[in-house]
């Protein structure tokens, strides 16, 4: 009887697998694995006001946006990814081993039934249109089908978007997935880059800047309520629409000009180049007088490095650098 077992079992072991297979799905992972309850779980958390029960760390993490996916992959978690998805930049090069041993579902947003074919327990996204209503995609559809979701805290904050925030991302993301030391090793490292900005930068005069992101009739610029803003100031960097109480917003060339700024930052991303947003701020006549534009005095960050992620220290330090070429030689 050797490799097979009696016949008078296999009735009741196909029993115990249907009932293991089946069960009410709530939106929670309820599994346990062998041994019992890992240790620190079960973890409950409330996430832009959804509030999730993890009885495990998630195993089969779909992760869309560059900055979500970006968190995972420093926090050594790509062996709990089964899929990923819409990025605006390459993958930072630190991580590149390790993101090309994850499926790419989608060039950008995978389909519902895309996402639902990977088979995961968790969506991570970075921006809202992760969890697009219209799309099918809402985060009620995937918990009504028994997928947690989570989305960077960034796109809902309780109060003003700091460094505090990437922290606290970075924490929740780890204390999610069981490896909390994971999490506080990578914000010592973050936080080195940024206490060398400041202390290069001690006492320097912030200088007057305004963001474009992008826009012909109007500007779309960086306000104060995004991540944006608290990288200009550490920066050495005044943001001249700081009181836009909003991430990003719109606002006219000619308050662009009346605002005088001193370097125009701009954020690169999509099917417009950098050396072409350069060229029609030049060529727009709102802005002929305008201290940047009669310098040419400009400064360039990926937008991928100015939300809520691993990459925002960094980019502190590169636009430092750009504001500041004397400090940093």
Not at 319 to 327: C, F, K, S, T
Request: hydrophobic fraction near 40%; charge should be negative.
């Amino acid at each position: 009887m050797t490799g097979r077992r009696p016949l008078a079992l296999l009735p009741a072991i196909a029993a115990v697998l249907l009932i293991s297979g089946c069960g009410t799905n709530t939106g929670q992972d309820t599994a346990k694995p062998a041994g019992g309850t890992p240790r620190g779980f079960p973890v409950t958390m409330s996430n832009c006001g959804v509030k999730t029960t993890y009885q495990r760390p998630p195993q089969r993490a779909v992760s869309l946006n560059q900055h979500a996916t970006e968190v995972m992959l420093a926090l050594g978690l790509e062996k709990s990814m089964v899929g990923t998805g819409y990025l605006d930049d390459k993958i930072l090069p630190e991580y590149e081993a390790a993101y090309g041993r994850v499926k790419v579902l989608a060039k950008e947003y995978p389909s519902y039934e895309t996402l639902l074919a990977a088979e995961p327990d968790l969506v991570y996204g970075g921006w809202a249109s992760t969890f697009d209503e219209k799309e099918g995609r809402s985060r009620d559809a995937f918990t009504k089908v028994g997928i947690n979701t989570r989305l960077n805290i960034e796109e809902c904050p309780s109060g003003p978007v700091t460094m505090d925030l990437m922290d606290k991302e970075i924490r929740e993301v780890a204390k999610v997935f069981g490896v909390p030391e994971r999490a506080e090793r990578q914000i010592d490292r973050l936080h080195v880059t940024l206490d060398k900005v400041d202390e290069a930068l001690e006492g320097v005069e912030p200088v007057k800047l305004f963001v474009y992101d992008s826009g012909d009739k109007t500007a779309f610029t960086a306000g104060g309520a995004g991540i944006g803003n608290d990288m200009i100031e550490r920066a050495g960097g005044g943001n001249l629409f700081a009181d836009v109480d909003k991430p990003f917003g719109d606002v006219s060339f000619e308050q662009v000009a009346e605002r005088a700024p001193e370097v125009i930052v701009i954020y690169d991303y999509g099917d417009q180049s950098v050396e072409q947003k350069k060229k029609f701020l030049l060529s727009n006549p709102a802005l002929k007088d305008v201290p940047a534009i009669k310098n040419k005095r400009f400064a360039v960050l990926p937008l991928s490095s100015t939300v809520v992620g691993v990459r925002v220290p960094a980019a502190v330090e590169s636009l430092a650098g750009q504001l500041h070429p004397d400090r940093f030689r």
